[in-house]
């Protein structure tokens, strides 16, 4: 199968041909027909996180089962699924208290091929890495079968590709990690496709003040297709005093959805008081948060985080596809792009650039 392979921080992407194994007992093989680019991926490209090269990105999917493993239950040939790069084992503390997000980060092993076996991808006698349990810049993934989910087969496959990682992460830390309550205040920093999903959710949860921090005005602008009540860039103004103004006196919830300690501990500090913030973006490894301490008692003030968005993604994937269908949930305006394999290199250098028109680009395979 061809796949877009990295073999060097921030040079292009090469399109090759890839061995990918048969599925053992618990494993799946997919015909993917869509993957988001995803500014995770990013980080992995330009080295701010470390990769096992070569490796193959790619981490937002959704395609067809095409082969099963003896002993998979979940799925079955001809399913169209949405992945995740969180799956989960079942049995765990986290997995059995109903924080199944946080599994795969303590049982990661669980879910991968042993070093002793064949590895999923290889190109002749070279291993290739397979990135976040997935690898999905490629016609075909080879995963645990707890990373997929069974979707609708009426749900369009481009638009279910985002539910898997930018979507469920917005969405689900406002339903799960923030619970946002109706009628109550959000700011949400960040405007790519993670924060305006957090928006969507933000409006679909029933906040009475969704307020979108963003240094684009054109973003600003599609902030308010997904739902947000106000907008600011910090480029005019003291975004922290100008929430404050607007809510009269700080947010209920905020989330921070770029990754970067300034925004982080902006979050914290246009919450009022017994406000939670919610850190969703990727922060360096090295890169430490300062709030002042004494706030936390006197205010009673929080400050979170939260993984692929405290997701329960068996529940939440179908939950999402009804409000898609039904109109709430803004897929169609997600999608900036629809690119081929050979356009993910220029795709994520737009992410990087911070290219204001981008919200998601897609790769679509027919
Ligand atoms: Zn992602
Ligand atoms: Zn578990």
Redesign the pocket.
């Known amino acids: 199968m061809k796949a877009a392979v990295m073999r060097a921080p921030k040079a292009p992407l090469s399109i090759e041909d890839v061995t990918i194994s048969k599925p053992g007992p618990r494993e799946v093989l997919v015909r993917l027909k869509a993957i ?1 680019v ?4 990013v980080h992995f490209w330009d080295g701010a996180f470390p990769a096992e090269l070569p490796v193959i990105l790619g ?2 999917s959704a395609g067809i089962v095409e082969q099963v493993g003896s002993m998979v239950s979940a799925v079955k040939p001809g399913d169209h699924v949405i992945s995740i ?1 969180s799956p989960f084992c079942g049995t765990c503390e986290y997995c059995l208290t109903g924080h199944m997000s946080v599994c795969h980060t303590v049982n990661r092993e669980q879910f991968q091929r042993a070093p002793t076996e064949a590895p999923r991808l290889s190109i002749g006698k070279e291993k290739v890495g397979q990135f976040l349990n997935l690898s999905s810049f490629a016609e075909q993934i080879l995963v645990h079968e707890n990373t997929l989910c069974v979707v609708d087969k009426d749900m369009p496959l481009d638009r279910a590709a985002l539910i ?3 979507v469920i ?1 917005g969405v689900g830390s406002v339903f799960h990690s923030a619970q946002v309550e109706p009628g109550s205040t959000v700011a949400v920093i960040g405007c790519g ?2 924060g305006l999903a957090a928006i969507n959710g933000a409006a679909i949860a029933g906040a009475s003040r969704i307020i979108a921090v963003d240094l684009s005005d054109e973003k600003l602008q599609l902030a308010v297709r997904f739902g947000a009540t106000e907008v600011i860039n910090p480029s005019k103004g003291n975004a922290i005093e100008k929430v404050k103004e607007i809510t009269k006196g700080g947010v209920h919830y905020s989330f921070e959805c770029v990754g970067a300690k300034q925004t982080a501990e902006m979050a914290y500090h246009m919450l009022r008081p017994r406000g939670v913030a919610t850190i969703i973006g990727m922060i360096q490894p090295g890169v430490n948060i300062e709030i002042p301490g004494i706030e936390l008692l006197v205010t009673e003030k929080r400050l979170q985080g939260a993984v692929m968005g405290s997701n329960r993604f068996r529940i939440d994937f179908p939950r999402l596809v009804d409000l898609y269908k039904q109109g709430r949930l803004h897929l169609d305006d997600l999608i900036s792009d629809r690119i081929g394999l050979d356009g993910i290199t220029a795709a994520m250098q737009n992410l990087k650039d911070n290219k204001g028109s981008v919200a998601r680009q897609v790769v679509v395979l027919s």
């Open positions: 988001g995803c500014h995770s991926d981490h937002e790069l898997g990682c930018g992460t496709g993670v």
